[in-house]
């Protein structure tokens, strides 16, 4: 599985952006897939995953009521959808696909992810 990353950029605080995360091969319907982010110095943290149906999904505190994950398995693609932004959301995103099943606990887990993306650059000005 390949993934693709895309919809980051430059935004105000308040503002909001869509990332997008296109999956290439024929299991997406199959996968967990999960939002990552890494900021300067930091190390890489959990934002948001959501189950193969898209009936479950699980976010990090910092980012609840803000962002929503959502997929298209017919378009083999997740989405994050990003508001209220913060200056403190600035970082790379990275999207991730995990093989395993779906449980809230291993989904904020990096380490459970199989295959990762290259990342996408969101900075929030203030």
């Known amino acids: 599985v390949q993934l693709q990353a895309s919809g980051g950029g430059l935004v105000q605080a308040g503002g909001s952006l869509r990332l997008s995360c296109a999956a290439s091969?024929?299991?997406?319907?199959?996968?967990?897939m999960g939002w990552f982010r890494q900021a300067p110095g930091k190390e890489r943290e959990f934002v948001a995953a959501?189950?193969?149906?898209?009936?479950?999904?699980n976010y990090a505190d910092s980012v609840k009521g803000r962002f929503t994950i959502s997929r298209d398995n017919a378009k083999n693609t997740v989405y994050l959808q990003m508001s209220s932004l913060k200056p403190e959301d600035t970082a790379v995103y990275y999207c991730?696909?995990?093989?395993?099943?779906?449980?809230?606990?291993?989904?904020?887990?990096?380490?459970?992810?199989?295959?990762w993306g290259q990342g996408t650059l969101v900075t929030v000005s203030s």
């Open positions: 091969g024929r299991t997406f319907s199959s996968l967990v």
């Open positions: 991730a696909a995990d093989r395993g099943a779906y449980s809230s606990g291993r989904t904020s887990q990096k380490q459970e992810y199989d295959y």
């Open positions: 959501i189950s193969w149906n898209g009936r479950t999904t």
